[in-house]
């Protein structure tokens, strides 16, 4: 009886590890929520998922962004979702609503950096996925919210992708009409964004 009782309990470690070791947590906001696209597997999250697969690499990709979230909304919830998923890695990609509502560049750089910090603390590696805003709130301000991501990728050590939107955000064909959201020809470039800085990290 004993026996099993160790052989069930090895069973639930090397299961929990597993999991621990397979499962990419994508914790942004309407860009990977897909907000706007008339299919979710249209989405940039969903794509990976395919890619990931088709390049033979065993991961789960878990996506928990919400439309609309602010990085003081995702410091609150990002601790349940670690606790519940237990990400080998977390993709951050929050921020542009700071921006879009002018919110302290300085806070937004806290938040991101305690993000960081909980998910490197719960085992995981992070990738952070920075954006710009229109100069239109500023110069100064759309500089300073552009370099809080570097700023905190250095301080921290993390991966980083400098603009998420590269080669997107000021092409009329890979963008919504809201000029904020890409749409469906625009989710494959954002996969190449996030896949070149992504790739180093993964594990077959």
Do not use: C
Not at 56 to 80: C, H, K, M
Not at 164 to 179: E, I, N, T
């Amino acid at each position: 009886m004993k026996r099993l009782i160790v052989l069930f309990a090895l069973t639930l470690v090397t299961s929990w590890a597993y999991s621990d070791t397979g499962t990419i947590l994508v914790f942004g906001d309407s860009i990977s929520a897909g907000l706007g696209l008339s299919a979710p597997d249209q989405g940039w999250v969903a794509l990976l998922q395919h890619k990931l697969q088709s390049e033979g690499y065993d991961y789960q990709v878990i996506n928990a962004s919400v439309s609309g979230e602010t990085t003081a909304g995702g410091l609150a919830r990002l601790p349940r979702a670690l606790s519940l998923h237990h990400p080998s890695i977390v993709i951050l990609e929050l921020g542009a609503n700071d921006g879009l509502r002018a919110l302290p560049v300085d806070a937004m750089r806290g938040n991101l950096e305690q993000m960081a910090v909980a998910a490197s603390a719960a085992g995981a590696q992070v990738l952070l996925l920075g954006i710009r805003i229109p100069p239109n709130y500023g110069l100064i301000y759309s500089e300073q919210f552009y370099s809080a991501y570097g700023q905190v990728a250095a301080k921290l050590h993390l991966h980083l992708v400098h603009f998420f939107l590269q080669d997107v955000a000021l092409d009329g064909a890979l963008m919504q009409s809201d000029g904020t959201h890409p749409n469906e020809r625009g989710q494959p470039h954002l996969l190449q964004n996030a896949w070149l800085a992504l790739q180093p990290m993964l594990h077959h």
